[in-house]
C-alpha cells in the first residue's frame, strides 16, 4: 500500500511526537525528579549546618557562662571556711582570737571546746509584721488602696521571698568557750566583732562565714543604779504626796504614822544617842558597811559563754582546662 504525500508527513510528525514524548518520559521527568530530590536534600543539609553553625557558637557561650559561673561562685566560696577536723577547728579558733585581741578586743578566753564536723540548714528568714485589727479600724479603711510604694515594696519582698526561700544544707563546726572582759561594752564590743569577721586571704579580705548562737544577757550596773535611785526618791514622793492628800481630805482623822514617829524620837534613845553596850555594836556595824562598799577584781569583771558555729562548703574544680580538652576534641 503507498501512502501519499500527505500521510507519509503525518505518519513522520506522529513519529516525531512520540519519540519526544518518549525522550520526556524516560529522560526529562527522572531529572526533575533527580532535582526536586537534590534540592530537598540540599535544604536539610544548609538546616544541618546552620544548626552545627548555632551549636558551634552556643558552645563557646556556653564555655563562657560555666567559667564565669565557676568564678562568681568561687567568690562566695571564700565567704565560708574549708571543712576541718576538730584539731583544725582548734587552730582556726585561736586564729580568730588572735585577730580580736589585734583588733583591741582585751577579752580573756577559757574553756575552749570545739565539735566535730556535722552539716546545718542555712536558709533566709523574713520579718513578718504583725498587723492590729479591731472593728472600727476595719469600718475605717474599708475600700482604702494601697500607695504605689506599698505596692512596689510589696512585689520587692515577694521576689526576694522567691527567689531566697531555698534553703541549703552545708558543712558545720561549733566551738564554745568562755570570756571574760572588764566590763559588757567590751563584751557587746566583742560579739559585733564576730559578725563582721573579716580574714585576710589571698591578698585580699574576706568575711567569713561564722555565725554567733545564742541571746546575750548584760547588765549594765550604772544604769540600773540611776534607775533604783530615780525609783526611791519618786517613792518618797509619793508617799508624801500621799500624807498630805490624806491630810486634805480626812482632817484630823488622817493616820500619817507621824505621830509613831515623834513617840519614838522622844523616847530615851535615839539614834545620835545609843544606849549603853550600844556604841560597840553600832562601830562594828558601820566597819562591816566600810567592808561591803570595798571593791574587788572579780566585781569589775563580766564573764559570758560564747558558742560559734563555723559553716563551710566543699570548692568547686576548676572547669577552665576540662572545657579546652572537651572544644579540642
Given at each position: 500500500m503507498k501512502l501519499s504525500k500527505q500521510e507519509r508527513i503525518g505518519v513522520l510528525i506522529i513519529a516525531v511526537a512520540i519519540i519526544i514524548g518518549l525522550g520526556i518520559f524516560f529522560f526529562i521527568v527522572p531529572k526533575f525528579k533527580e532535582v526536586g530530590v537534590n534540592k530537598a536534600l540540599l535544604e536539610s543539609k544548609q538546616v544541618e549546618y546552620q544548626a552545627a553553625v548555632d551549636k558551634s557558637n552556643l558552645k563557646d557561650g556556653l564555655k563562657n557562662d560555666v567559667i564565669a559561673a565557676y568564678e562568681e561562685g568561687r567568690d562566695l566560696a571564700d565567704m565560708f571556711f574549708e571543712e576541718m577536723t576538730p584539731y583544725e577547728l582548734d587552730a582556726e579558733v585561736r586564729t580568730f582570737l588572735e585577730y580580736a585581741k589585734k583588733n583591741d578586743h582585751n577579752v580573756v578566753v577559757e574553756s575552749v571546746n570545739v565539735s566535730p564536723a556535722s552539716t546545718a540548714t542555712l536558709s533566709v528568714s523574713f520579718f513578718e509584721e504583725s498587723e492590729l485589727t479591731y472593728e472600727l479600724k476595719t469600718y475605717a479603711t474599708q475600700g482604702q488602696q494601697p500607695t504605689k510604694e506599698e505596692l512596689d515594696a510589696e512585689a520587692r519582698r515577694a521576689t526576694l521571698m522567691s527567689q531566697l526561700s531555698q534553703a541549703?544544707?552545708?558543712?558545720?563546726?561549733?566551738?564554745?568557750?568562755?570570756?571574760?572582759?572588764?566590763?559588757?561594752?567590751?563584751?557587746?564590743?566583742?560579739?559585733?566583732?564576730?559578725?563582721?569577721?573579716?580574714?585576710?586571704?589571698?591578698?585580699?579580705?574576706?568575711?567569713?562565714?561564722?555565725?554567733?548562737?545564742?541571746?546575750?544577757?548584760?547588765?549594765?550596773?550604772?544604769?540600773?543604779?540611776?534607775?533604783?535611785?530615780?525609783?526611791?526618791?519618786?517613792?518618797?514622793?509619793?508617799?508624801?504626796?500621799?500624807?498630805?492628800?490624806?491630810?486634805?481630805?480626812?482632817?484630823?482623822?488622817?493616820?500619817?504614822?507621824?505621830?509613831?514617829?515623834?513617840?519614838?524620837?522622844?523616847?530615851?534613845?535615839?539614834?545620835?544617842?545609843?544606849?549603853?553596850?550600844?556604841?560597840?555594836?553600832?562601830?562594828?556595824?558601820?566597819?562591816?558597811?566600810?567592808?561591803?562598799?570595798?571593791?574587788?577584781?572579780?566585781?569589775?569583771?563580766?564573764?559570758?559563754?560564747?558558742?560559734?558555729?563555723?559553716?563551710?562548703?566543699?570548692?568547686?574544680?576548676?572547669?577552665?582546662?576540662?572545657?579546652?580538652?572537651?572544644?579540642?576534641?
Open positions: 541549703q544544707t552545708v558543712g558545720a563546726s561549733t566551738a564554745t568557750f568562755t570570756i571574760t572582759a572588764l566590763n559588757a561594752e567590751e563584751i557587746v564590743a566583742f560579739i559585733d566583732y564576730i559578725n563582721a569577721y573579716e580574714k585576710e586571704e589571698d591578698g585580699k579580705k574576706i568575711r567569713k562565714a561564722l555565725m554567733y548562737n545564742g541571746s546575750l544577757g548584760l547588765t549594765f550596773e550604772d544604769v540600773t543604779e540611776k534607775y533604783e535611785l530615780i525609783m526611791e526618791e519618786m517613792d518618797i514622793q509619793i508617799k508624801e504626796d500621799a500624807k498630805e492628800e490624806l491630810k486634805k481630805n480626812e482632817g484630823d482623822r488622817a493616820d500619817t504614822g507621824e505621830d509613831d514617829e515623834n513617840q519614838n524620837t522622844a523616847g530615851g534613845n535615839t539614834a545620835d544617842t545609843p544606849a549603853e553596850g550600844e556604841g560597840q555594836e553600832g562601830e562594828n556595824e558601820d566597819d562591816e558597811d566600810e567592808d561591803d562598799d570595798k571593791v574587788s577584781v572579780s566585781d569589775c569583771l563580766e564573764t559570758y559563754d560564747i558558742s560559734l558555729t563555723f559553716f563551710f562548703i566543699e570548692r568547686m574544680q576548676d572547669p577552665t582546662e576540662l572545657l579546652e580538652q572537651q572544644e579540642a576534641a
